[in-house]
């Protein structure tokens, strides 16, 4: 007789499994629970969005040393509608300390219950754990995704999974806050696979929004038991009164996990070897093996859950409704990108089940991503946030997050130069005539094009070798005598752009007054690294080597824009720039006076300094520029 052979079916279960579909518990949540206050709705909306107006009132707190009461209430609703309630709670402290009298104490006392509902809450994010976690990822440099959480349930879960599943609303949005991709799997190394041996590996490809769910499944199962008898009244963290909290927490979770871009398409899978573990025997019980958080959305029990995983789907409804990073709860265009220049999201490539994805703007509370560049290129490091670093318009580039891989990408933009603004008025006088539809598929053609960074740099370095001398006195904006990039050679000048990475390459200019320094540097260096590659590549070597290293290598140091003034920098960003228009700097306000009428004329011009630290315009404002 032969060796008997195994089954394959799955052994019965140590303890009973409910009818989840049969479930009659469901969640307390609201859609207030992920609203701003109600006070908001008096409130304007700022115009450029909620957290610049944060912003600017922290300023005037610090110049009226708190002094004043009517710039502490402001201050302390809007980090309330902002829901940065360790800001509102240093409001509140400072304001008492200093005797500030509110005249609205209904309003006062309701903030300072606000925040102290919110200390009452049971949550990780104070433990020393985590407080540790914090420090390493803001102050350490440490990433936030691949930091492994040990849990009595599964192996293996990164910070913001281990959140999710605990139902620990406070720690994933402070994770979030900090950077962490929503989808990523984050697979732990083999050593911690081998110290917990008794624990049953996470579920295969899973991620924060599919364990949040598994958690309210779980922990609504449980609470139905336990309310027929079973279980023997089982206590603990899904039994007792804390099955309640446990199950609004993860509830709370996957829906703000959705609201914030999560992926619902994401399926539960068992893990190698752990089918028969009784969280996946429950899966299979409940015939949600191979389903998608999408189709198990009935099965949480909230109609709240159903509606936003619903409204999510669409890519229409995310651009306009999700969430800020920063833990607001508010639409991006209300919160950071309040400004109509602030760029947000990217639309990625289509999938295979013809779905665009796309890629959000990196956290804007997270330490600013600049400090990798910064350390490869030799510059000092920097401790700010994302927001108060390299977010606003005149740093020149954007960083995007892949919530799958927690990749960093980054867009490079070019400020508009008074050639371009002309080029667009002769656009307008072209388009005359024609209606806003056509119009706007043109800009449409136009934003395909330009979202290919292979196709724009192979176009420009096209241009550049047709054009010849002129094409280089083109790049300067307004043909600027002060420049000398008219005597550099148009096809090094284009060999140096290819070898650049397309998606961060530029066209050089050394009249670069509207750069700010951080980014003049990148591009200096960048620049200059990419000249010794692109000698490399056609093998040139010692004197004609040197010559053409010395002519086209590009310098941190601008002239004068005084056309008769010959003077150059000796330091970055030693020359003062116009006030108006930012967009030319002077070594003395003499010759600044001596320009003036040449300057007013060619640059100096009502708009331009908005233009010059926006960058190149969307197609949204195009086509209002051109149909105006």
């Given at each position: 007789m032969?060796?008997?052979?195994?089954s394959n079916?799955?052994?019965?279960?140590?303890?009973?499994?409910?009818?989840?579909?049969s479930?009659?518990?469901?969640s307390?949540?609201?859609?207030s629970?992920?609203?701003p206050?109600?006070?908001?709705?008096?409130?304007?909306?700022?115009?450029?969005g909620?957290?610049r107006?944060?912003?600017?009132?922290?300023?005037?707190?610090?110049?009226?040393?708190?002094?004043?009461?009517?710039?502490?209430?402001?201050?302390?609703k809007?980090?309330?509608?902002?829901?940065q309630?360790d800001?509102?709670?240093?409001?509140?402290?400072?304001?008492e300390?200093k005797?500030?009298v509110?005249?609205?104490?209904?309003m006062?006392?309701?903030?300072?219950?606000?925040v102290?509902a919110?200390?009452?809450a049971k949550?990780?994010?104070r433990?020393?754990?985590?407080k540790?976690?914090?420090?390493d990822v803001?102050?350490g440099g440490?990433?936030?995704?691949?930091?492994i959480?040990?849990?009595?349930?599964f192996?293996g879960?990164?910070?913001l999974?281990?959140?999710?599943?605990?139902?620990?609303?406070?720690?994933?949005e402070q994770?979030?806050?900090?950077?962490?991709?929503?989808?990523?799997?984050?697979?732990?190394?083999?050593?911690?696979?081998a110290?917990h041996?008794?624990?049953?590996?996470k579920p295969?490809?899973?991620?924060a929004?599919?364990l949040?769910?598994?958690?309210?499944?779980?922990?609504?199962?449980?609470?139905?038991i336990v309310?027929?008898?079973?279980?023997g009244g089982?206590?603990g963290?899904?039994?007792?009164?804390?099955?309640r909290?446990?199950?609004?927490?993860?509830v709370?979770?996957?829906?703000?996990?959705v609201?914030?871009?999560a992926?619902?398409?994401?399926?539960?899978?068992?893990?190698?070897?752990?089918?028969?573990h009784?969280?996946?025997q429950?899966?299979?019980?409940?015939?949600?093996?191979?389903?998608?958080?999408?189709?198990?959305?009935?099965?949480v029990?909230?109609e709240?859950?159903?509606k936003?995983?619903?409204?999510?789907s669409?890519m229409?409804?995310?651009?306009?409704h999700?969430?800020?990073?920063?833990?607001?709860r508010?639409?991006?265009k209300?919160?950071?990108?309040?400004?109509?220049?602030?760029?947000y999201?990217?639309?990625?490539k289509?999938?295979?089940?013809?779905?665009?994805?796309i890629?959000?703007?990196?956290?804007?509370?997270?330490?600013?991503?600049c400090n990798?560049?910064?350390?490869?290129l030799g510059?000092?490091?920097?401790?700010?946030?994302h927001?108060?670093?390299?977010?606003?318009?005149?740093?020149h580039?954007?960083?995007?997050?892949?919530?799958k891989t927690?990749?960093?990408?980054?867009m490079?933009?070019?400020?508009?130069?008074?050639?371009q603004?002309?080029?667009?008025k002769?656009?307008?006088?072209?388009?005359?005539g024609q209606?806003?539809?056509?119009?706007s598929?043109?800009?449409?053609?136009?934003?395909q094009?330009?979202?290919?960074?292979?196709f724009?740099?192979?176009?420009r370095?096209?241009?550049v070798?047709?054009?010849?001398?002129?094409?280089?006195?083109?790049?300067?904006a307004?043909?600027?005598?002060?420049?000398?990039?008219?005597?550099?050679?148009?096809?090094v000048?284009?060999?140096?752009?290819e070898?650049?990475?397309?998606?961060?390459?530029?066209?050089?200019?050394?009249v670069?007054?509207?750069?700010?320094?951080a980014?003049?540097?990148?591009?200096v260096?960048?620049?200059?690294e990419?000249?010794?590659?692109?000698?490399?590549?056609?093998?040139l070597?010692?004197?004609?080597?040197?010559?053409?290293?010395?002519?086209?290598?590009a310098?941190?140091?601008?002239?004068?824009g005084?056309?008769?003034?010959?003077?150059?920098?000796?330091?970055?960003?030693?020359?003062?720039?116009?006030?108006?228009?930012?967009?030319?700097?002077?070594c003395?306000?003499a010759c600044?006076?001596?320009d003036?009428?040449?300057?007013?004329?060619?640059l100096?011009k009502?708009?331009?300094r908005?233009?010059?630290?926006n960058?190149t315009?969307?197609?949204?404002?195009?086509?209002?520029?051109l149909?105006?």
């Open positions: 032969g060796k008997k052979s195994r079916k799955l052994k019965p279960a140590k303890w009973s499994i409910g009818d989840i579909t479930n009659n518990i469901t307390n949540l609201s859609a629970s992920f609203s206050p109600s006070f908001a709705a008096d409130l304007p909306q700022p115009a450029e909620w957290a107006e944060l912003r600017k009132l922290e300023k005037e707190l610090q110049n009226t040393r708190y002094q004043d009461a009517e710039i502490v209430l402001s201050a302390a809007v980090a309330r509608i902002m829901r309630f800001v509102l709670e240093k409001i509140l402290t400072k304001a300390n005797g500030v509110i005249e609205d104490q209904e006062w006392a309701q903030l300072n219950d606000d102290a919110l200390k009452r949550t990780a994010l433990s020393d754990d985590m540790k976690v914090i420090n803001m102050k440490k990433s936030v995704d691949f930091t959480f040990d849990d009595s349930t192996v879960l990164n910070c999974q281990f959140a999710a599943l605990r139902g620990d609303v406070q720690v994933l994770l979030i806050k900090m950077g962490a991709a929503l989808d990523i799997e984050a697979l732990p190394p083999p050593s911690v696979l110290t041996s008794g624990v049953v590996l295969k490809m899973c991620t929004l599919l949040a769910v598994n958690g309210a499944l779980t922990s609504r199962n449980v609470m139905s309310a027929k008898g079973g279980m089982m206590g963290r899904f039994g007792g009164g804390d099955a909290e446990s199950y609004e927490g993860c709370e979770c996957a829906i703000q996990l609201r914030l871009g992926d619902t398409s994401v399926t539960f899978q068992f893990p190698p070897g752990g089918k028969n009784p969280i996946y429950s899966w299979h019980m409940w015939n949600i093996e191979g389903k998608s958080v999408r189709d198990v959305a009935t099965l029990g909230s709240l859950f159903e936003t995983v619903e409204e999510f669409t229409e409804h995310q651009i306009e999700v969430n800020c990073r920063c833990g607001s508010l639409p991006w209300q919160c950071h990108a309040g400004k109509p220049t602030d760029p999201y990217l639309n990625g289509v999938d295979k089940k013809n779905i665009s994805k890629t959000w703007r990196y956290s804007p509370l997270a330490p600013c991503h990798t560049s910064n350390a490869r510059l000092a490091g920097t401790k700010k946030i927001f108060k670093c390299c977010w606003d318009e005149t740093a580039r954007e960083y995007y997050q892949c919530d927690s990749e960093i990408s980054v490079a933009r070019t400020p508009t130069n008074p050639m603004r002309e080029a667009m002769y656009m307008q006088e072209m388009l005359k209606s806003e539809d056509e119009i598929k043109l800009m449409d053609s136009m934003q094009m330009n979202s290919d960074p292979e724009v740099i192979k176009s370095c096209k241009m070798r047709e054009g010849g001398a002129l094409a280089m006195q083109a790049i300067v307004g043909d600027n005598p002060c420049s000398k990039l008219s005597s550099w050679d148009p096809e000048y284009a060999g140096v752009m070898t650049m990475d397309p998606v961060l390459s530029f066209q050089w200019n050394d670069h007054w509207a750069l700010p320094k980014e003049l540097l990148k591009r260096s960048e620049w200059n990419a000249l010794e590659q692109y000698c490399d590549s056609i093998g070597s010692g004197s004609e080597r040197e010559d053409v290293t010395k002519l086209h290598t310098s941190p140091f601008a002239p004068c005084n056309v008769k003034c010959d003077k150059v920098e000796t330091s970055v960003k030693q020359y003062s720039r116009c006030s108006k228009c930012y967009s030319v700097a002077y003395s306000s600044q006076r001596e003036w009428k040449n300057h007013k004329q060619r100096c009502p708009g331009t908005e233009r010059q630290s960058g315009p969307s197609g949204e404002s195009l086509l209002q520029m149909t105006k």
